[in-house]
């Protein structure tokens, strides 16, 4: 645990203040020997207004509720637990999401799943202050630092401004625990329903703030990817992906202009590459299906589509 009192932290905060600026999101299952780590890197954070962490235990089986329980005790004004008896991410029907949004009070969200973990002081004072100062911009990420299975920068030469199109044209540009949106825009939208409920519940969040404007991007190295055989990347099927094409309606829904099929594109090159079960034979099928929607925005697709066939075959 942090050697650092609960005064200090709030030091420099506001003498008087009902809702925190920044609500940290974590999202932790089974995750004792991270969920330390993650809760010290948001504890660490020198800023000059509120935040709480808003940490949702999903009925672990382990000692991960335990831990936050002490960090609870020593930190009650900022820490901000859920402690489930049902697994919530099991059902698949939108409840976990639910829950986060009504504990989440803040005016931007900051997320972090309890494995990984953030690593400068700075961190949420840098892109609170930009985004204060940018109004165009619906939210900010950051260069991430992979560990585990292999290691380094998690993606090299990404632009400083991220558009809709950049995030359906490419592989993850930046990772989830280095996103920071503005909770009013997300929250104005409806959320998927039980029948279009979709896995990747961050890339949704992507996706809905940047109907609202680019995205600012930063090349510091501030949190940590921690890449394991139990983490959710490692352990999602193609059955569990496929959800994701819900993605579609869903967006064409609430932005007219989503471009559907060039997200198709990229969907379906994303189920050639990620899912563990998934065959060689396959693997064709549905880089062929990414090659069919890609000429939705050709010329451009040809340079796309060639490092899609690289990362599925060249690993």
């Known amino acids: 645990m942090i050697n650092r009192t609960q005064k200090e932290i709030t030091k420099h905060w506001p003498k008087e203040w009902d809702t925190p600026v920044v609500s940290i999101r974590c999202i932790t299952y089974n995750h004792e020997p991270y969920i330390a780590q993650a809760l010290d890197g948001f504890l660490m954070q020198e800023t000059d207004f509120p935040f709480e962490i808003v940490v949702h235990d999903d009925?672990?089986?382990?000692?991960?509720?335990?831990?936050?329980?002490?960090?609870?005790t020593k930190y009650p004004q900022i820490l901000k637990p859920i402690y489930e008896t049902e697994n919530q991410f099991s059902k698949r029907d939108g409840s976990l999401g639910r829950i986060m949004n009504a504990a989440c009070r803040g005016k931007y969200i900051a997320l972090c799943e309890g494995d990984d973990y953030w690593t400068k002081s700075y961190k949420l004072q840098k892109q609170i202050d930009f985004l204060e100062r940018n109004s165009q911009y619906s939210a900010s990420a950051h260069q991430s630092t992979l560990i585990g299975n292999g290691s380094g920068p998690f993606r090299e030469k990404v632009n400083s401004t991220i558009t809709m199109n950049d995030l359906i044209s490419n592989s993850r540009l930046f990772h989830t625990a280095s996103f920071i949106y503005r909770r009013e825009q997300i929250y104005s939208l409806p959320g998927p329903t039980k029948t279009n409920s979709v896995v990747s519940g961050d890339k949704l969040i992507f996706l809905k703030a940047a109907t609202f404007g680019p995205?600012?991007?930063?090349?510091d190295e501030m949190c940590i990817y921690r890449k394991h055989a139990s983490g959710a990347s490692s352990t999602t099927t193609l059955q569990h992906m496929r959800k994701d094409l819900n993605i579609v309606s869903y967006m064409k829904e609430i932005y007219p202009k989503f471009p559907k099929y060039r997200y198709l594109s990229f969907l379906y090159g994303t189920f050639a590459y990620y899912p563990k079960d998934i065959t060689r034979t396959k693997k064709a099928f549905y880089l062929l299906l990414s090659l069919i929607f890609s000429f939705s925005y050709f010329p451009e697709n040809i340079k796309v589509l060639a490092n899609k066939v690289k990362n599925v075959y060249g690993k």
């Open 59 to 72: 009925a672990s089986t382990d000692n991960t509720a335990n831990i936050i329980r002490e960090y609870e």
């Open 215 to 219: 995205i600012y991007y930063f090349d």
